[in-house]
């Protein structure tokens, strides 16, 4: 069965920091590209940042570039988001999301609340 399951959200002032985890299991995760989303209240879904299988290739949203960090431990299956200096604005539900690139498929987690508020 596959799983995704994100955890590390919460309350935090501006300026502040969080790391959210995102565990893996039921799939290839070590083949798959894992990327980050985030969706504000309102708006649409929105990428944040992917990092290929072996972690040589990164990509960030403009909007969080120098910010945030994405990386991942394929032996431990488990992807991390490392934020820094927090915005109201990145305020929003984050969900994992895995391309399993060797069956094609697609999974999303169940998402973990940020809140940055003072």
Do not use: H
């Not at 995704?4 to 798959?32: H, I, W, Y």
């Not at 990327?35 to 649409?44: F, L, N, V």
């Not at 290739?57 to 490392?82: C, P, W």
């Amino acid at each position: 069965q596959v799983q995704l399951v994100e955890s590390g959200g919460g309350l935090v002032q501006p300026g502040g920091s969080l790391r959210l985890s995102c565990a893996a299991s039921g799939f290839t995760f070590r083949r798959s590209i894992m990327k980050w989303y985030r969706q504000a209240p309102d708006k649409e879904r929105e990428l944040v940042a992917f990092i290929t299988p072996s972690g040589s290739n990164i990509f960030y949203a403009d909007s969080v570039k120098g910010r945030f960090t994405i990386s991942r431990d394929n032996a431990e299956g488990t992807m991390y988001l490392q934020m820094n200096n927090l915005k109201p604005e990145d305020t929003a539900v984050y969900y994992c999301n895995a391309a399993d690139l060797y069956s094609s498929n697609d999974y999303w987690g169940q998402g973990t609340q940020v809140a940055v508020s003072s």
